[in-house]
Protein backbone atom coordinates (compact mmCIF):
# COMPACT_ATOMS: atom_id res chain seq x y z
CA UNK A 1 0.00 0.00 0.00
CA UNK A 2 2.25 2.53 -1.16
CA UNK A 3 1.59 6.34 -2.95
CA UNK A 4 2.55 5.92 -6.70
CA UNK A 5 2.70 9.19 -8.84
CA UNK A 6 2.39 8.16 -12.60
CA UNK A 7 4.02 10.67 -14.70
CA UNK A 8 2.98 10.45 -18.11
CA UNK A 9 4.38 12.61 -21.47
CA UNK A 10 1.85 11.33 -24.28
CA UNK A 11 4.23 12.93 -27.09
CA UNK A 12 7.66 15.06 -27.36
CA UNK A 13 5.49 18.06 -26.36
CA UNK A 14 6.41 19.30 -23.45
CA UNK A 15 3.48 20.13 -22.95
CA UNK A 16 1.79 16.90 -22.75
CA UNK A 17 3.32 16.12 -19.55
CA UNK A 18 0.88 15.47 -17.07
CA UNK A 19 0.91 13.34 -13.59
CA UNK A 20 -1.50 11.15 -11.80
CA UNK A 21 -1.23 9.86 -8.29
CA UNK A 22 -2.73 6.90 -6.45
CA UNK A 23 -2.90 5.30 -3.23
CA UNK A 24 -1.54 1.54 -4.07
CA UNK A 25 0.83 0.38 -6.95
CA UNK A 26 -1.90 -1.72 -8.15
CA UNK A 27 -4.10 1.16 -8.30
CA UNK A 28 -1.43 3.22 -10.48
CA UNK A 29 -1.30 0.10 -12.78
CA UNK A 30 -5.17 0.11 -13.01
CA UNK A 31 -4.95 3.56 -14.28
CA UNK A 32 -2.55 2.93 -16.96
CA UNK A 33 -4.81 0.24 -18.40
CA UNK A 34 -7.90 3.16 -18.33
CA UNK A 35 -5.64 5.25 -19.81
CA UNK A 36 -5.50 2.67 -22.82
CA UNK A 37 -8.97 1.73 -22.82
CA UNK A 38 -9.90 5.65 -22.88
CA UNK A 39 -7.78 5.79 -26.01
CA UNK A 40 -9.51 3.18 -27.78
CA UNK A 41 -13.17 4.59 -26.56
CA UNK A 42 -11.48 7.62 -28.68
CA UNK A 43 -11.00 6.08 -31.88
CA UNK A 44 -13.88 4.05 -31.70
CA UNK A 45 -16.64 6.17 -30.15
CA UNK A 46 -19.20 4.11 -31.57
CA UNK A 47 -18.11 1.00 -30.32
CA UNK A 48 -20.41 -0.43 -27.71
CA UNK A 49 -17.50 -2.53 -25.75
CA UNK A 50 -13.99 -2.35 -26.06
CA UNK A 51 -11.63 -5.27 -26.21
CA UNK A 52 -8.01 -5.63 -26.04
CA UNK A 53 -5.07 -7.57 -25.99
CA UNK A 54 -2.22 -6.87 -23.65
CA UNK A 55 0.34 -6.69 -26.51
CA UNK A 56 -1.65 -3.80 -27.78
CA UNK A 57 -1.79 -2.47 -24.36
CA UNK A 58 1.78 -2.90 -24.20
CA UNK A 59 2.47 -0.55 -27.67
CA UNK A 60 0.19 1.91 -26.17
CA UNK A 61 2.82 2.04 -23.27
CA UNK A 62 5.69 1.79 -25.59
CA UNK A 63 4.41 4.40 -28.10
CA UNK A 64 4.18 6.97 -25.04
CA UNK A 65 7.10 9.23 -25.50
CA UNK A 66 7.57 8.89 -21.25
CA UNK A 67 6.02 6.81 -18.72
CA UNK A 68 7.24 6.51 -15.42
CA UNK A 69 6.11 5.94 -11.71
CA UNK A 70 7.57 6.87 -8.18
CA UNK A 71 6.77 4.51 -5.44
CA UNK A 72 7.07 5.10 -2.38
CA UNK A 73 9.10 3.66 -0.17
CA UNK A 74 7.58 3.71 3.62
CA UNK A 75 10.86 2.92 5.32
CA UNK A 76 13.57 6.19 4.41
CA UNK A 77 10.44 7.99 3.00
CA UNK A 78 11.58 8.52 -0.11
CA UNK A 79 10.55 7.83 -4.01
CA UNK A 80 11.54 5.13 -6.16
CA UNK A 81 11.28 5.68 -9.69
CA UNK A 82 10.56 3.14 -12.64
CA UNK A 83 10.49 2.99 -16.09
CA UNK A 84 8.09 1.25 -18.56
CA UNK A 85 9.33 -2.20 -18.51
CA UNK A 86 8.76 -2.23 -14.65
CA UNK A 87 5.37 -0.83 -15.17
CA UNK A 88 3.92 -3.38 -18.07
CA UNK A 89 5.74 -6.37 -16.07
CA UNK A 90 3.44 -5.45 -13.41
CA UNK A 91 0.64 -4.64 -15.63
CA UNK A 92 1.32 -8.21 -16.88
CA UNK A 93 1.40 -9.86 -12.99
CA UNK A 94 -1.92 -8.06 -12.14
CA UNK A 95 -3.91 -8.77 -15.19
CA UNK A 96 -2.84 -12.37 -14.83
CA UNK A 97 -3.94 -12.35 -11.62
CA UNK A 98 -7.60 -11.17 -12.17
CA UNK A 99 -8.15 -13.48 -15.05
CA UNK A 100 -7.39 -16.33 -12.51
CA UNK A 101 -10.34 -15.34 -10.56
Not at 43 to 50: A, D, E, F, G, R
Amino acid sequence: MSHTILLVQATTKLESRTYSDYETVNDCLEGVCKMYEEHLKRLNPNSPSITYDISHLFDFIDQLADLSCLVLDKTNLTYSPHNKDWIKEKIYILLRKQAGK
